[in-house]
Nanobody, 125 residues
């Protein structure tokens, strides 16, 4: 069992920054982890993921260069630093984990077994 709790969401103006954190309880150090986001009426979208030891990270083009994911196995935390935020980044952000995520499915929500409850990010124009 892996319990994931996100924090750090809020409202910021366009161009601003936010740092999301995910506290993970249970088996964690051997898990791939990722951040996803979702707006009402749209599919959940992957915005970053990291392999089990934090050495390999992935980003879609929509956030590359603006978002940075980091995993600390000693502290059981997963962070997402978001800079140069845009109104289109507005969404509910979710932390996810799974003991094995094939690289081709790194942004595929069904590939992740464990999910947090989400934290809202709102970017105002």
């Amino acid at each position: 069992q892996v319990d994931l709790v996100e924090s750090g969401g809020g409202s910021v103006p366009s161009g601003g920054s936010l740092k999301l954190s995910c506290a993970a309880g249970g088996l964690y150090s051997r898990h791939c982890m990722g951040w996803f986001r979702q707006v009402p009426g749209k599919e959940r979208e992957g915005v970053s993921c990291v392999n089990w030891n934090g050495a390999v990270t992935y980003y879609p083009d929509s956030v590359k260069g603006r978002f940075t994911i980091s995993k600390d196995n000693a502290k059981n935390t997963l962070d997402l630093q978001m800079n140069f935020l845009k109104p289109e980044d507005t969404a509910m952000y979710y932390c996810a984990a799974d003991p094995l995520v094939p690289t081709p499915r790194r942004f595929d929500p069904p590939a992740y077994q464990y999910w947090g409850q989400g934290t809202q990010v709102t970017v105002t124009s």
